[in-house]
């Protein structure tokens, strides 16, 4: 059976000290090496090992274990860092080993089991050749070590014309990543938007549905695009093919800083793609939404 575009998922499978079997999104990782020696720092967090050189810039390395609750690796300079860059930042995750790259579907990730402990800091759960492997939530994980602050969405940004326009507008956010929905909810709330937020795609259009049979339709979705079960670019496709919600202005929001990801949101009908996190680029694609609606 053929897949949807935007699908397909590349997963790297790797394991933690303790023998626990991770997975984290394939598009999210830059580079594998093996741990460098690391500079500590007097001041840092508690999660983090130390700063690491790489190729004549400073790299933030994480103690991937202990930021998400399990005893860390020790000093040691075994193991190796999984760079990721994401949101416009660039860290080290210090892990015990690299096993293999594999390919599933987005469908085929379920949400995480409720609980706390360690499954806080995972975004899905699938399974590989029988086995079970949990997909990191790294935005969580970077969050938790260096709150992104959220930038004040400032008054000289938008002219007082611009601010009534985007005043009690209906807008609906979409983000599997409490981290994320807060920080967006955020911003949309200084601009004064009437705004609603769904953990899942599913989710999110039960909540188009109803809010055209409620004669209050949402205008603007903003959508995240990694998610499990259904991502933001199978959610693009389902909206255009709906007669009733085919014409809903969709921003795609993604951790993901790339031209393939513009190319790919554009491909199955996203309006309009952004990359996390800055209030002002967001203020401004939300601006560039409701100006091309009201034309």
């Known amino acids: 059976m053929s897949m949807v575009l935007g699908d397909a998922l590349s997963l790297l499978l790797f394991r933690l000290h303790s023998g626990r079997l ?8 830059n580079e594998i090496i093996p741990c460098p020696p690391l500079t500590k720092m007097p001041s840092r967090h508690p999660h983090v090992r130390g700063v690491a050189t790489l190729r004549g810039a400073a790299l933030t390395v994480i103690d991937l274990a202990r930021a998400i609750g399990e ?13 990721t860059e994401l949101s416009r930042s ?6 015990h080993s690299v096993e293999r790259i594999v390919q599933c579907s987005t469908r085929d990730v ?29 935005e969580k994980v970077l ?16 002219s007082p014309a611009e601010r ?17 929905l807060q920080q967006t909810l955020i911003t949309l709330r200084k601009l004064e938007l009437d ?49 009733v919600l085919g014409e809903t202005y969709v921003l795609l929001h993604t951790s993901l800083d790339s031209t393939m990801n513009t190319e790919k949101a554009r491909a199955v009908g996203a309006n309009d793609v952004l990359t996390k996190f ?18």
């Open 195 to 243: 705004c609603q937020a769904v953990r899942s795609a599913a989710a999110a259009l039960e909540l188009l549905h109803a809010s055209q049979r409620d004669g209050q339709p949402i205008e603007v979705l903003v959508s995240d695009i990694e998610m499990p079960e259904m991502d933001g670019y199978a959610l693009v496709q389902q909206i255009r093919k709906d007669a």
């Open 71 to 83: 005893r860390g690796g020790g000093d040691s300079q075994d193991g190796c860092l999984i760079v």
């Open 110 to 138: 379920r949400p995480p089991p409720a609980g706390a402990g360690g499954r806080a800091f995972i975004t899905g759960v699938t399974q590989i050749d029988g086995t079970i492997v949990q997909i990191l939530d790294i």
């Open 90 to 95: 660039r860290q080290g995750l210090h892990v």
């Open 164 to 180: 009534q326009l985007l005043q009690g507008r209906r807008v609906l956010v979409v983000d599997d990543s409490q981290v994320a």
């Open 22 to 29: 991770l997975g984290i999104n394939l598009l999210k990782v």
């Open 143 to 158: 969050h938790e070590i260096a709150p992104a602050p959220v930038e004040e969405v400032a008054e000289q940004l938008l």
């Open 278 to 295: 800055s209030s002002v680029d967001l203020s401004k694609a939300l601006l560039r939404a409701f100006q091309r609606l009201d034309d």
